[in-house]
């Protein structure tokens, strides 16, 4: 069962334009969700996070956007820089447990 | 800037064999994690710990045991590797503090059980 799903595994974008990459979750008691990049061979990097309080978080080029109601959150990178070409994984947590559900990842391409 | 550091990048094992992995953090974080890795499948936890020589099972414990002696090492032991724990393993740590959610990953090792 697939509490948190990333349902496109790649995507691919031209240099300065928006990425935006989708994930869903079921559990609506998750209240804090999180955003990681990985590049190949290394570990998986904090990238920007939000409470389900909010429904926006901002930082710098990196905004994640939180709709509770259809369990949905977006993280849009603008302008996309083919740095950002990473893997980009969802994650859910319910505040105060140590029980995080990871997507699967998407894979992002940026392309000069 | 929070560093987590694991004890190898690449291991090749035989089935049957005793494996530990070990992971250091540097920031005096409270709480660790093992995670592995696998296509299609996302980051399963198999054992988290909350403080030294406390632990949790994940959800995919079996076959599997941790040790934590110290704050900054928490060691995942494969009591007898078999050929479906080849996988990619990674280490986090987080800070035991209210509205800190973000963990800190280790590079990963990378085993192959043969």
């Known amino acids: 069962d697939q509490q948190v799903k990333q349902n496109s595994p790649s995507l691919s974008v031209q240099e300065g334009r928006i990425s935006i990459l989708n994930c869903d979750y079921t559990?609506?008691?998750?209240?804090?969700f999180l955003w990681y990049k990985k590049y190949p061979a290394e570990g998986p990097t904090f990238l920007i996070s939000i409470s389900s309080i909010k429904d926006k978080n901002e930082d710098g080029r990196f905004t994640v956007f939180l709709n509770k109601s259809a369990k949905h959150l977006s993280l849009h990178i603008v302008p996309s820089q083919p740095g950002d070409s990473a893997v980009y994984f969802c994650a859910a947590v319910l505040s105060g447990t140590y029980k995080y559900i990871f997507g699967t990842g998407t894979r992002l391409k940026v392309l000069a | 800037d929070v560093k987590v550091t694991q004890s190898s990048r690449y291991l090749v094992k035989r089935t049957g064999e005793k494996v530990f992995l070990e992971c250091v953090q540097d920031m005096d974080h409270e709480n660790m994690f093992w995670y592995r890795q696998d296509p299609g499948l996302g980051l399963r936890l198999i054992y988290f710990s909350y403080d030294v020589k406390m632990k949790e099972k994940g959800d995919i414990p079996e076959g599997y045991s941790v040790s934590r002696e110290k704050k900054e090492r928490f060691s995942l032991i494969l009591e007898s590797a078999s050929t479906n724990q080849t996988s990619m393993y990674l280490c986090?740590?987080?800070?035991?503090?209210?509205?800190?959610?973000?963990?800190?990953f280790g590079p990963g090792t990378r085993l192959t059980v043969t």
């Open positions: 986090a740590s987080r800070a035991n503090t209210f509205g800190a959610y973000e963990q800190y």
């Open positions: 559990n609506s008691m998750f209240d804090y």
